[in-house]
């Protein structure tokens, strides 16, 4: 990469605002702090070891969706159904299918857990939500030091939430909302870093547009000598002046493009979003 010039220094540093430079502590602090809030969101995860509150819905559909592909209405006929899937027999379904309330992707999330350590496992049916949390503190501390350039108050940031006491349960819980949290904060987080590479490369463009002060004196002086020494005809400048104006700075441009993460995160965002 080429250095900067004097022209295109300022002008980047006000597309791109203050970064800083620390890039060290901006990931080792936020790391810390992600740490110690996972310790805490996966210390005896599967306490209590029965279904609680919205979990007897989406914790058994889950299931349904690994063993069926769909979610499946529990029999009529089976009262216990919460007791039952907690102490070893997940298949409380009848035939019928259930109806669909939300959107299947966080059903999914929760069915990873499952998957891996048991339907019968309540470590199981958490553990997805409790991983998405503990990622959530990391993303929120880097965005944060992203707006501010700070990695204080980056650091600052994913604390609050480390021991933000909603966020704590909601991430100790096999329920919908935080998984909504992950992928909205996400698309949100890939929208905030995408124009800084875009902004990169029209910098120097821009400058060669937009020269500053200095340059602008010194290019009236070398229009200033070159009209004394050699005479021109009428409308010459003027057609000159054209021309420059003719190159417009799209040329330097690439059409635009989608951000593959930004467009991932934000679909998925959109199918977690209870109806």
């Known amino acids: ?43 005896q995860l599967g306490r209590p070891n ?15 969706f690994l063993k069926y592909g769909y979610e499946r209405r529990i029999a009529s ?3 216990k159904a919460d007791a039952l899937f907690t102490h070893g027999t997940p298949d409380v379904f009848g035939t019928n299918p259930d109806l669909v309330v939300h959107p299947p992707v966080g059903k999914w999330v929760i069915a990873v857990g499952e998957q891996i350590f048991g339907a019968d ?14 990622l959530s503190i990391l993303m929120v501390g880097r965005a944060a030091r992203r707006m501010f ?12 939430l480390a021991f933000a006491g909603h966020h704590f349960v909601q991430s100790r819980i096999g329920r919908l909302y935080l998984i909504l949290l992950f992928w909205a904060f996400a698309a949100f987080w890939s929208l905030l870093i995408d124009p800084h590479p875009s902004r990169a490369l029209l910098s120097p463009p821009a400058a060669a547009r937009h020269p500053t002060r ?62």
């Not at 279904?51 to 349904?64: A, N, R």
């Not at 958490?126 to 991983?131: E, H, P, V, Y």
């Open 121 to 134: 496992s309540s470590f199981g049916w958490r553990f997805s939500i409790a991983l998405l949390g503990t």
């Open 77 to 79: 006929t089976n009262e």
């Open 50 to 64: 029965k279904l609680v509150f919205d979990e007897t819905y989406y914790v058994k559909e889950g299931y349904s």
């Open 149 to 160: 350039g700070s990695t204080l108050i980056g650091t600052i940031a994913a604390i609050l």
């Open 1 to 43: 990469m080429s250095a900067m010039t004097s022209t295109e220094r300022p002008l980047r540093s006000r597309l791109l605002g203050y970064r800083p430079t620390d890039v060290l502590w901006g990931w080792l602090a936020p790391l810390i702090v992600t740490a110690v809030g996972g310790f805490l969101r996966f210390w």
């Open 214 to 275: 200095h340059h602008r004196q010194r290019r009236q002086q070398q229009q200033h000598r070159r009209a004394t020494l050699e005479p021109q005809r009428p409308g010459r400048r003027h057609h000159a002046k054209a021309q420059a104006h003719a190159q417009p700075l799209s040329r330097h441009l690439s059409p635009p493009r989608c951000h593959p993460p930004a467009a991932a995160s934000g679909l998925v965002a959109y199918y977690v979003i209870p109806n």
